[in-house]
């Protein structure tokens, strides 16, 4: 996801490429919410993301922008990696290859959805939690132990979500919690 935010008009500008967690890229970028034509007229901008993976949400946000006849537009990110097809002007880190970086901002998101596609495998499972501790293992390389010292009691806390927005119903049985992909 691409933002922009002009703090002297509060003018926000929401680009999304990214497509879920392990999920297939399918190389479109979305608009949601455009910028007015005048909003930037004249001004300096600067795009920040917080990274730059393909490049797509970059080079959609830049374009977007230009088309809005600022005065200059600059690009930053938190972290690039090399293969993408925009280089910002301004870059935090620097990523030699491609790896699943978990932001906090992102971390309940991208767990509903790595959960919920691991859910899919076996939809009429009852799952318990060492179940998905498991998948998330087997099919995420994601080994328990370092995640319960990294995101300490998160995981219920991903569950929870799941269940106050449907995705997942939960249900006690003798004494052990279990989880239903809806």
Known sequence: MCDFLGLDDLSSLKIEHYTGTAAIDTGETHIRYPLPADVIKGKKVLIVD?????????????????????????TASLQYLRSSKIDPDYVGERLEDWSWIVYPWNFMEDM??????????????????????????????????????????RLPEVLGEMDRTRRTSSQVIDGRKYWKLL
């Open 50 to 74: 917080d990274i730059v993976d393909t490049g797509e949400s970059m080079i959609s946000a830049k374009a977007h922008v230009e088309a809005r006849n600022p005065r200059e537009v600059r």
């Open 112 to 153: 509903i959805s790595i959960l919920a596609k691991n859910m899919r495998k076996d939809p009429e499972k009852l799952w318990s939690l060492e179940d998905l501790k498991h998948s998330l293992y087997i099919n995420h390389a994601l080994d328990p132990v370092v995640f319960e010292i990294t995101q300490p009691g």
